[in-house]
């Protein structure tokens, strides 16, 4: 309820500037474009991209180099599957590099690129973000260049950044999930289990794959007690979705 009252109040504060945008430019533009990516943003959480767009569009005329509406308006295009303009937005934001949000619009082009299957240009653009020592989602970055890495069948260099996530974040489930799966896979369930452990202590609702991949883990390091409280709670899980 609250959200939607605060839609209505952006909406409602917004609509007299469009109306009045024919006439002349605001006088205080930075407010104004802040107010149109309020306004989008709204938009866009709740899913309604096409009318995002406009606001968006305003921002843009008011301040041609803003970073922030052009990245909106890439990630905007994106969700409505026109990925041609999508990319050419985010070009365009990541053209302005005096962006103090010049990282995380371009941690969202390589996502961006990853989801279009470029991956070797998303690994680029991820190595980039993580040369920004200020940028706070380091960590996620360097889970994100390990799925990349994944993708790519490079599991070694999947294991050195899923390692470096972890270096600044060990809580992150897949970063554990996914380096307990590569060391089965290379047969070495010793190093698996510790990735294993940390990744259930973390997580509160593991799925049927994951109590499978650690019955694996646990009988292969003969830790057969584990193996079988890891079974019950597999049982369990089954029984209740049934």
Not at 93 to 120: T, V
Request: charged fraction near 20%; proline fraction near 2%; glycine fraction near 4%.
């Amino acid at each position: 309820m609250k959200w939607t009252l605060f839609v209505i109040v952006v909406l409602l504060s917004i609509s007299c500037g469009i109306s009045q945008q024919t006439q002349q430019m605001p006088k205080d533009k930075q407010k104004a474009v802040d107010n149109y990516l309020n306004l989008a943003q709204a938009y866009y959480v709740s899913g309604s991209y096409e009318q995002a767009i406009t606001p968006l569009k305003r921002a843009s005329v008011i301040d041609p180099n803003s970073a922030s509406v052009y990245g909106m308006l890439a990630m905007t295009y994106q969700a409505l599957g026109e990925y041609k303009t999508a990319k050419q937005f985010f070009k365009q934001a990541l053209a302005i590099k005096s962006s103090p949000y010049i990282s995380s619009i371009r941690n969202n082009y390589a996502i961006f690129l990853l989801e279009n299957k470029e991956h070797a240009a998303a690994y680029s653009e991820f190595v980039k973000v993580t040369e920004d020592l200020s940028y706070t989602n380091r960590s996620r970055t360097f889970e994100n260049m390990g799925i990349t890495s994944m993708r790519m069948h490079n599991y070694d260099q999947a294991i050195h950044d899923f390692n470096n996530a972890l270096r600044l974040n060990d809580s992150l489930l897949v970063a554990n999930k996914e380096l307990a799966s590569i060391y089965m896979q290379k047969n070495k369930p010793e190093l698996a289990l510790g990735y294993f452990r940390n990744f259930m202590a973390k997580n509160d609702k593991p799925a049927v794959e994951h109590y499978q991949l650690g019955i694996n883990i646990a009988k292969s390091n003969g830790l057969n007690q584990y193996a079988s409280d890891l079974a019950s709670k597999l049982d369990s899980l089954l029984a209740t979705n049934r």
